[in-house]
């Protein structure tokens, strides 16, 4: 279980670069708010977008690029994270940076100070994994435990209080944690045996736990066992051992994949997919990689973030026109992003801010559009 957590969540100890592998190569992709990015075998990252939360990274005065700009990142990274207001990565070396808006200390750097270049995020050296939302920062220690600065309104930091916090703090009650995701209010983690434990804002019931409460503390969630967890707006999925996916919380958008609507506080399947092998939750969407390297999605297609032109929310999973997939990306209501297997970065979903990263801006890209000026 151990092992199939660290891979189905992209999380690793080491570089993950194998030998010979094109140091060029895209290994991973973010997508947070108007901005996406992609990080290269050689541990460049790369970014497109919006730049009005400073989260191209790149110290640049332009509102936004249609291409890929680089990183000013101090050394290589071995991992990537992306929200509406700031983005991370842990670095080949050991520790972490962070960079973009900071009103929360979401950065965890001891002030509010806004980073147009990425920093170094201070007793992040022995970060495993990280999470980073527009308001928190929590990453897993080498220990399996969690650590969290930033805001703190609704719980989120998960230490009982309601207190902001500049630098990392410790998340108590957590141990073995093998993967984490951030929402926008709600933290979960996934532990070594695949059970979900929640913390934080929980109106639409994303934490999963039953109830409708908010909880400052983690609380018991639903327990799979998972293998992967992705947290969207106000609810939450998390891929099954069985290759089935659950969700559960808002489903105001169909995101749940239950016609119903309305919202649900516990979990359960969504029906039409099997076989997956990865997931992600955008805002109000969410989309499953399958065994087949197919993409299925589902949710709100206001923006063409299911990858069509129909406009409609979907409960029934739709498949996006595009094969041989490896990696599928979104934590947004804007874009979604896929990786193909020869390398290539596609992009759909709404182009106002150049978040499809095709060298155009403006309109709705309702087919997949490869993204073009990466190395």
């Known amino acids: 279980m151990v092992a199939a957590l660290l891979t189905a969540c992209g999380r690793r ?24 990015c992609a990080r290269l ?10 730049n009005g939360n400073l989260l191209l990274g790149a110290d640049l005065t332009v509102a936004s690029s249609p291409v890929p700009v680089r990183v000013r990142t101090p050394a290589p990274t071995i991992d990537l994270e992306l929200d509406d207001g700031a983005g991370g990565a842990r670095l080949a070396g050991g520790g972490a940076i962070g ?28 970060a495993i994994a990280l ?18 600065s930033g805001e703190s309104s609704e719980g989120m930091l998960g230490d009982g209080s309601t207190t902001d916090r500049l630098t990392l703090g410790p998340v108590p009650g957590l141990a073995n944690v093998m ?11 996934l532990d070594g045996s695949g059970a979900a434990t929640c913390w934080g804002r929980n109106v639409s019931g994303q934490l999963g736990d039953g109830t409708f409460t908010l909880r400052t503390t983690p609380v018991p969630g639903p ?13 939450t999925c998390a891929l099954r051992v069985d290759r089935g996916v659950d969700c559960w919380g ?3 958008d169909l995101q749940l994949g239950d016609p119903a609507g309305g919202t649900r506080a516990s979990a359960a399947k969504v029906p039409g997919i099997a076989d997956a092998t990865a997931i992600t939750a955008g805002s109000q969407h969410a989309c499953a990689l399958l065994a087949d390297r197919s993409v299925w999605c ?12 129909l406009g409609d929310t979907s409960a029934t999973p739709r498949r996006v026109d595009l094969d041989d997939v490896v990696e599928v990306n979104s934590r947004t209501d804007i874009a979604t992003c896929a990786r193909t297997a020869d390398g290539a970065v596609w992009c759909w979903g709404d182009n106002l801010d150049g978040t499809i990263g095709n060298g155009q801006v403006g309109g709705l890209v309702t087919a997949p559009s490869r993204v073009l000026g990466l190395p």
């Open 250 to 252: 808002s489903n105001l």
């Open 131 to 148: 999470s980073i939302s527009s308001r928190d920062l929590c990453l897993v220690r080498a220990d399996r435990t969690v650590a969290c």
């Open 99 to 126: 960079w973009g808006a900071n009103h929360y200390g979401q950065l965890g750097i001891g002030d509010t100070t806004s980073a147009p270049v990425p920093v170094v995020v201070p007793g992040a050296d022995d």
């Open 41 to 50: 075998a050689s541990g460049d990252l790369w970014c497109w977008g919006a």
């Open 298 to 309: 589902w949710g709100d297609d206001e923006r063409a973030q299911l990858g069509d032109a």
């Open 179 to 189: 993967a984490l995701t951030s929402g926008t209010s709600h933290v979960c983690a």
């Open 13 to 36: 100890d080491f570089d993950p670069r194998p030998d010979g592998q094109d140091l060029q190569a895209v290994v991973q992709l973010a997508v947070g708010g108007k901005t996406a």
């Open 223 to 235: 327990v799979g066992p998972y293998t992967a967890i992705a947290a969207g707006d106000e609810f």
